[in-house]
């Protein structure tokens, strides 16, 4: 069974930081771009950070740049974000998806480009 398991969601105080595990099963992560997307009550899906298979592009989101960190470690078949200097406006469903293209820089924040995705781990900024 081939699926992606997020992991590391919870409740921070405003100002705490993070981070959030990406475990792929049933396939392996090393030709796959990642995303990693979140969801607020009532608001659409929207991008946070991405990093090509190749792992040598990322690109994070302008409401995400300086604050959040996205990493993969192939051995371990795990991508990682880490979430720094959080607040309430952080809170959200956050999501990872994997990508399968033939490009390994690319990677982007369209939905509709990612082949997994995970069931999304809660995460709550308040004090």
């Known amino acids: 069974q081939l699926q992606l398991v997020e992991s590391g969601g919870g409740l921070v105080q405003p100002g705490g930081s993070l981070r959030l595990s990406c475990a792929a099963s049933g396939f392996s992560l090393d030709y796959y771009a990642i995303g990693w997307f979140r969801q607020a009550p009532g608001k659409e899906r929207e991008g946070v950070s991405c990093i090509s298979s190749s792992g040598v592009n990322t690109h994070a989101a302008v409401s995400a740049k300086g604050q959040f960190s996205i990493s993969r470690d192939n051995a371990e078949n795990t991508a990682y974000l880490q979430m720094n200097s959080l607040s309430p406006e952080d809170t959200a469903v956050y999501f990872c998806?994997?990508?399968?293209?033939?490009?390994?820089?690319?990677?982007?924040?369209?939905?509709?480009?990612?082949?997994?995705w995970g069931q999304g781990t809660q995460v709550t900024v308040s004090s």
């Open positions: 998806a994997a990508s399968h293209r033939n490009h390994p820089n690319w990677c982007d924040f369209v939905t509709d480009d990612y082949d997994y």
